[in-house]
């Protein structure tokens, strides 16, 4: 979805790099001329997108970004999850961070859903969509590389 949406921005593809474990995510993003990139360079980016929720994560969008750059943590990483984050791979860069926060926000959902739908990726390659009646065989794909994020439907 990030990758729609820098792209829907007027960013172009070959400008984006991709890191993600998930090959459901990489393929969206290649479908969009997204070149993969496993392991970014060191002080490479101006921006990063950290999505992972993973220590991991962080610390490889850390490395990867530049001494002035912005850091956009759509990430569980807030302090709230009782996870420690080594928030010193930061601190002598000057970065910008900005830490939004969609889940239950209508004024951000709305714009959201909008460009779900303009997509040229079909929805459900973007979103793993389920009955309500298949709750539980949602819940057991869930945590696999084949799903990315899962909405459940009436």
């Not at 009782?82 to 969609?102: C, F, N, Q, S, Y």
Request: hydrophobic share 45%.
């Amino acid at each position: 979805m990030f990758v729609y949406a820098l792209i829907a921005r007027g960013h172009a593809p070959e400008a984006i790099s991709l890191c993600d474990p998930l090959p459901r995510a990489r393929n969206v993003a290649n479908a969009f001329g997204v070149i993969e990139t496993p392991s970014p360079a060191a002080g490479d980016y101006d921006l990063v997108i950290e999505a992972s929720s993973s220590v991991s994560g962080f610390c490889q969008s850390a490395n990867a970004l530049r001494g002035g750059g912005t850091l956009i943590m759509f990430s569980h990483l807030d302090g709230h999850s009782g996870i420690e984050v080594p928030w010193h791979m930061l601190t002598r860069k000057d970065v910008r961070m900005a830490l939004p926060h969609l889940n239950g926000d209508r004024g951000l959902m709305y714009p959201a859903m909008t460009l779900l739908e303009r997509s040229p990726q079909p929805l459900d390659s973007l979103l793993l969509l389920r009955p309500l009646s298949e709750i539980q065989e949602a819940f057991d794909l869930y945590p696999t590389p084949e799903a990315s994020k899962l909405i459940l439907m009436p």
